[in-house]
């Protein structure tokens, strides 16, 4: 199953950006990039979506390169509830199929 | 609107027994899928159901089986138990299939012992 490369985990401080990329170099023309994240002992949440341009929501963006071979998600004033793993996902059909995420610590 | 719920939250069960865990969706909502998760596997996908057909499938050996009625509720059984399907069990729902957003439930938690 097609998988994406995160960094295992990654720090933040507290009312900066936070930016998390996402590598998925053998991506095809049909999938779509996906972005979760997962807050301790919860259900996965839905973040945003895309596929070949950049999109934002209330949430955050999402930066998808050119060649669609990797995208970055950017929390644009991270808060400590924003410390969760987060989950890039390449997406084209039902299912989702996780990796193994970025652990995101917000320190104040 | 109420979000995806399941029951039970938890649950233990001893080697060899089966179990069945519920999951009903948002309103509106016509498709459940199902995922285990575990440390050392991560999240994993079991299947996909569509008006009450299976649409996607698994890696996972046939002693998990589901289905879903006409409502939309969901049902996932496993039989036979083993200590390495102590999981969170996590259901999700979309208004379809493919490129919905999915709406994650809080999970069953399933003890093996």
């Known amino acids: 199953d097609a998988k994406t490369t995160q960094p295992p985990s990654m720090d933040c401080a507290e009312g900066r950006a936070a930016n998390l990329p996402c590598n998925h170099s053998t991506i095809s023309g049909n999938e779509y990039v996906y972005w979760y994240r997962q807050i301790h002992s919860q259900g996965p949440q839905y973040i945003i979506h895309?596929?070949?341009n950049n999109e934002t929501n209330e949430m955050a963006s999402l930066i998808i390169t050119e060649d669609r071979k990797s995208s970055t998600l950017i929390l644009p004033h991270a808060t400590l509830r924003d410390t969760a793993v987060y989950y890039c996902?390449?997406?084209?059909?039902?299912?989702?199929?996780f990796g193994q995420g970025t652990t995101l610590q917000v320190k104040p | 609107k109420a979000g995806v719920t399941q029951t039970p939250r938890y649950l233990i069960k001893t080697r060899g027994q089966q179990v069945t865990l519920s999951c009903s969706p948002i309103s509106g909502h016509r498709s459940v899928s199902w995922y285990q998760q575990t440390p050392g596997q991560g999240l994993q996908f079991l299947f996909e159901y569509f008006s009450e057909t299976q649409r996607n499938k698994g890696n996972f050996p046939g002693r998990f089986s589901g289905r879903q009625f006409s409502n939309s509720r969901s049902e996932m059984n496993v039989s036979t138990l083993e200590l390495g399907d102590s999981a969170l069990y996590l259901c999700?729902?979309?208004?379809?299939?493919?490129?919905?957003?999915?709406?994650f439930g809080p999970g069953t938690r399933l003890t093996v012992l």
């Open positions: 999700a729902s979309s208004l379809a299939v493919n490129y919905n957003e999915q709406f």
């Open positions: 895309g596929l070949k």
């Open positions: 996902i390449r997406r084209n059909t039902g299912k989702l199929i």
